[in-house]
């Protein structure tokens, strides 16, 4: 997945090499922020690793920063192709299965692309404001996803209720890191059906 965008005031590639070029990058990028965090890999580390001049890295990224926006870009569309179809496939789903989905959403997609998780530790850092964009553009996904589910829920309600399922999904993820692998399953199921209950009294709201 890439979108071929560069930012912060680098040359977006023109032709097919440029987009196979920065591709590469990317991918380099990404695997370096992976196995070193964002503040060890260098610049210089992540051109050898795409085999590509310093030069040709800079020509298109001028900045680690820029790098890290480009690679937050992605993944965030991503992100939003995955909620879009929630989206789309909510009014098939019961409580439980809505729910289900859900918690496993944030989860399953660091899990497929783990540089999301140090690149969402820096947005913050960056200068743009990509990383507040983000979060409320899934807050907008979420209310639709619960306007469908509940729709007798007053509309001044739908966005603080959007709130807290977010932080929902993202205590799902928080407990990825939780060791023995039993014990995290447990509470994940725990968490999965505090949500369904929480998603059964916004139902039932007028």
Known sequence: ??????????RA????????????LLAAASACFVEKGFDAATMTE???????????LYQFFPTKEALAEALLSEHANGLNERMERLVAQTPDW?????????????????????????????????PS?????????????????????APRIPAGELRPAAM????????????ESEQPATLRKAAQNQLQQALALYLTELASRS
């Open 1 to 10: 997945m890439s979108s071929q965008k560069t930012s912060q005031g680098g």
């Open 13 to 24: 590639p023109s032709r097919r090499r440029g987009h196979e070029r920065v591709a590469t």
């Open 46 to 56: 992540i051109a050898a690793r795409a085999e590509a001049s310093i030069g040709s």
């Open 94 to 126: 019961t409580t439980e299965e809505l729910a289900a989905r859900l918690i496993r959403t944030f989860v399953d997609y660091r899990k497929q692309h783990p540089a999301m998780v140090t690149l969402t530790e820096v947005a913050g850092a960056l």
């Open 129 to 149: 404001m990509l990383g507040r964009t983000i979060r409320q553009r899934m807050r907008d996904y979420l209310s639709q996803i619960l306007a469908i589910h």
């Open 164 to 175: 807290v399922v977010q932080q929902m999904m993202k205590a799902a993820v928080a407990l």
